[in-house]
C-alpha cells in the first residue's frame, strides 16, 4: 500500500472522523404551537448548549438544545411577548411510554430565568441509552428527576382554559 505524504494522511484521517461520527439519532421533535398544527423541528438546526447538573447527587454534564430555542422555531411568543394572559401557557412534553409532565412557559424564558431547560441528546459525553434517548429533557434546577422526561417525542404549547 502506498503511502501518501502527511498532508494527504492527515486530510484522510479528518474524512474518516467526520464519516464516523455518530449522526443525531433523533434530528427531529413534534412541536404542536399554539394553533394547534404540528411541525417536526430539526434539532441540529439549533444553538447546542452545555448544562452541568446534579443528577441523583452525581455530577452530570448534558449537551442538547435549549426547549426555549425549540419552541421559538415555532412562533411561540417569548421576551417582551411574554406578558399578561400569555404567561398562562404551559408546555407540555409526552414520552414514548405516556408519561407526560407540564413546564409553565415562563420556567423556559430567559427574562425570568437563567436556567436553560435542555432536550438533552448526549450524557457525559455519549448518546443517551436507549431506555433513557435518544432524548431527554434536563431541568437542571429541579431537585427531584420527575420532570425530567425520558424519550420525549412530543412538546405542546396550551393556553389554559
Ligand atoms: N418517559 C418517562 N420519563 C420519566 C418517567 C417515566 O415514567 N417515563 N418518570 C419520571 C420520574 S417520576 C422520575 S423520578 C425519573 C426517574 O428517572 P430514572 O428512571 O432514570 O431513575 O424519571 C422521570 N422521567
Ligand atoms: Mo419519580
Known amino acids: 500500500m502506498r503511502v501518501g505524504n502527511p498532508v494527504q494522511w492527515l486530510a484522510a484521517a479528518a474524512l474518516c472522523t467526520l464519516i464516523a461520527r455518530p449522526a443525531l439519532a433523533q434530528r427531529t421533535i413534534t ?11 430539526v434539532l441540529d438546526t439549533l444553538p ?28 411561540v411568543p417569548l421576551g417582551e411577548a411574554l406578558r399578561g394572559k400569555a404567561l398562562s401557557r404551559v408546555i407540555i412534553a409526552s414520552a414514548a411510554d405516556g408519561y407526560q409532565v407540564t413546564y409553565a412557559i415562563a420556567e423556559v424564558d430567559a427574562a425570568f430565568t437563567d436556567q436553560i431547560i435542555l432536550v438533552a441528546d448526549t450524557r457525559d459525553g455519549h448518546p443517551l441509552l436507549a431506555d433513557t434517548g435518544p432524548l431527554q429533557i434536563v431541568v437542571p434546577l429541579d431537585k427531584r428527576p420527575a420532570r425530567w422526561v425520558r ?11
Not at 31 to 39: A, D, N, Y
Not at 60 to 74: E, N, S, Y
Not at 151 to 161: A, I, N, S
Open 151 to 161: 424519550q420525549v417525542t412530543r412538546l405542546e404549547v396550551r393556553d389554559v382554559p
Open 48 to 75: 447546542r448548549h452545555t448544562v452541568v447538573t446534579s443528577d441523583r447527587g452525581l455530577r452530570t454534564t448534558f449537551v442538547g438544545v435549549a426547549l426555549r430555542d425549540v419552541l421559538a422555531r415555532v412562533g
Open 31 to 41: 412541536v404542536t404551537g399554539l394553533g394547534g398544527e404540528s411541525q417536526a423541528v
